[in-house]
């Protein structure tokens, strides 16, 4: 069965300061990986997704992930971040062709001035 | 605008009353999909659908019941609400192929207490 592991429930970062959050998952074939950011009230969004090719992925506001096989990791990384960034995002795992997509529990990002 | 939404966007009920909460996409997307959000349990699937008469269990289906008439639909039905059931929903779509395939485009989640 496919799992994700996001193991920060909770971050915090001062503004301009770099972001990296963890994610890590378990599945027994080539994953399609996705990063999704929630912001208070909001549904989520989705920041980027791999599927193949090139490991390091880059997505909307200034985000990029890098997929590392061998450490089954997917983490989400930002230069630096800024205070709109205050959000909760989500990792998530699944199979492909629109079978079961599985969410970690989230890690919630908060920026301090 | 392209969106997905979702009535009503906040719920009281008692326990045992029937209800069902509507989810529509304006996007001409065949997969559609519920979710429920705890807190620490993070988003769990419910139910989801690949095409129109086409669903399947997610996750935690037990206490839910779904339909797929039409492409743009797909309402969650709870038949006999318990307090367990308290919870944010979201509904979900994304297409099957183009630049937005495997995406998922949510909605603004429906907020529901069970008393």
């Known amino acids: 069965a496919q799992s994700v592991t996001q193991p920060d429930i909770h971050i915090t970062v001062s503004e301009g300061a770099s972001l990296e959050l963890r994610c890590n998952y378990s599945y027994g074939a080539t994953p399609y990986l996705f990063w999704y950011v929630q912001s208070p009230g909001q549904g989520l969004q989705l920041l980027l997704k791999?599927?193949?090719?090139?490991?390091l992925v880059q997505g909307i506001k200034g985000f990029e992930a890098e997929f590392k096989r061998s450490q089954s990791s997917f983490n989400l990384r930002k230069p630096s971040v800024h205070w709109s960034d205050a959000a909760e995002y989500f990792c998530?795992?699944?199979?492909?062709?629109?079978?079961?997509?599985?969410f970690g529990i989230g890690t919630k990002l908060q920026v301090i001035p | 605008e392209a969106q997905v939404t979702q009535n009503p966007r906040y719920l009281i009920t008692v326990t045992g009353k029937k209800l069902t909460v509507t989810c529509s996409q304006n996007m001409n997307h065949e997969y559609m999909s519920w979710y429920r959000q705890d807190p620490g349990l993070g988003l769990r699937q419910i139910y989801y659908?690949?095409?129109?008469?086409?669903?399947d269990k997610g996750d935690v289906p037990e206490g839910y019941k779904v339909s797929r008439k039409e492409k743009r639909n797909f309402p969650l039905i709870l038949e006999s609400p318990s307090p367990n059931q308290t919870s944010l929903y979201f509904c979900?779509?994304?297409?099957?192929?183009?630049?937005?395939?495997?995406?998922?485009?949510f909605g603004p989640g429906t907020r529901l207490l069970v008393l």
């Open positions: 791999y599927f193949s090719g090139d490991t």
């Open positions: 998530a795992v699944g199979s492909g062709g629109y079978q079961k997509v599985t």
């Open positions: 979900a779509s994304s297409p099957f192929a183009g630049v937005d395939q495997e995406t998922q485009y």
């Open positions: 659908s690949m095409n129109v008469e086409v669903t």
